[in-house]
């Protein structure tokens, strides 16, 4: 699901890829449905290819979404209030203990957290199961063999 995500350099939201071909991609900007070309000009990049600094390595968004969706309880985050009262850490914190605090700044953070909320409104409850079972089926197909 997050392969089909794409944030756009410069551009405020998270998109879904409609169309391509070799030139350009045709997006859907997630909120408000609008679409619009990204040509290869443009800095686009999968949700599915981030990952977050963690003491133990990095750690796929995919998984950081799910945690961030259960400790929350599938509600939207308040990321201006997170900013104003520099909780955006402690906010992080409580669901990954383990980030790597000199290497994930409050921008870092805030994206997430907004990204979060917009893929919750938009009606995303898992971030890391559609992957987990192409892989599990791809697993079994190669044991039948």
């Given at each position: 699901?997050?392969?089909?995500?794409?944030?756009?350099?410069?551009?405020?939201?998270?998109?879904?890829?409609?169309?391509?071909?070799?030139?350009m991609l045709l997006?859907?900007?997630?909120?408000?449905?609008?679409?619009?070309?990204?040509?290869?000009?443009?800095?686009?990049?999968?949700?599915?290819?981030?990952?977050?600094?963690?003491?133990?390595?990095?750690?796929?968004?995919?998984?950081?979404?799910?945690?961030?969706?259960?400790?929350?309880n599938g509600k939207?985050?308040?990321?201006?209030?997170?900013?104003?009262?520099?909780?955006?850490?402690?906010?992080?914190?409580?669901?990954?203990?383990?980030?790597?605090?000199?290497?994930?700044?409050?921008?870092?953070?805030?994206?997430?957290?907004?990204?979060?909320?917009?893929?919750?409104?938009?009606?995303?409850?898992?971030?890391?199961?559609?992957?987990?079972?192409?892989?599990?089926?791809?697993?079994?197909?190669?044991?039948?063999?």
């Amino acid at each position: 699901m997050l392969r089909e995500i794409l944030a756009i350099t410069g551009k405020p939201g998270l998109f879904k890829i409609v169309s391509h071909n070799n030139k350009m991609l045709l997006v859907e900007e997630l909120k408000t449905k609008k679409r619009f070309p990204a040509h290869a000009r443009d800095k686009v990049v999968s949700l599915g290819d981030i990952a977050m600094y963690t003491d133990s390595g990095d750690k796929p968004l995919g998984e950081i979404l799910d945690l961030v969706y259960a400790h929350n309880n599938g509600k939207t985050i308040d990321v201006k209030a997170l900013v104003a009262n520099d909780g955006l850490r402690d906010e992080f914190e409580a669901v990954i203990p383990d980030f790597d605090k000199e290497r994930v700044y409050n921008n870092d953070i805030r994206k997430l957290f907004m990204w979060y909320n917009i893929l919750v409104e938009e009606g995303y409850t898992k971030f890391t199961e559609e992957e987990v079972a192409e892989e599990a089926g791809a697993d079994d197909s190669a044991k039948a063999e």
